[in-house]
Nanobody, 124 residues
Framework: QVQLVESGGGLVQAGGSLRLSCTAS????????MGWFRQAPGKEREFVTT????????YYADSVKGRFTVSRDNAKNTMYLQMNSLKPEDTAVYYC?????????????????WGQGTKVTVSS
């Protein structure tokens, strides 16, 4: 079993920055990709970004490209999401996820472990 815990959400003004963290615990005996998804009120969960085990492969949704940066520190079992130039439309609950069976992927169905989410609110 793997447990994922997100932190770092909060309220920020448009144009501001936040850094989210996702810490994994439990037994994982192989390299695994991780990702961030988000769900805004009344909308479906959507892909934000994904990062490979080594950190060398990353993909971003067009809506966050150039503003968000994903990274990970495997020694700390932690993934980060640096969010800059935040917009009101970035308001959502942000979820981290782990894909313990495969490479980076933008499909939510490919991830087998999920965190509980951390709320990000961007005021205009």
């Amino acid at each position: 079993q793997v447990q994922l815990v997100e932190s770092g959400g909060g309220l920020v003004q448009a144009g501001g920055s936040l850094r989210l963290s996702c810490t994994a615990s439990g037994s994982i005996f192989r390299p695994y990709a991780m990702g961030w998804f988000r769900q805004a009120p009344g909308k479906e969960r959507e892909f934000v970004t994904t990062v490979s085990w080594s950190g060398t492969s990353t993909y971003y949704a067009d809506s966050v490209k150039g503003r968000f940066t994903v990274s990970r520190d495997n020694a700390k079992n932690t993934m980060y999401l640096q969010m800059n130039s935040l917009k009101p439309e970035d308001t959502a609950v942000y979820y981290c996820a782990a894909n313990t069976f495969g490479p980076v992927t933008m499909k939510a169905a490919d991830y087998d472990y999920w965190g509980q989410g951390t709320k990000v609110t961007v005021s205009s």
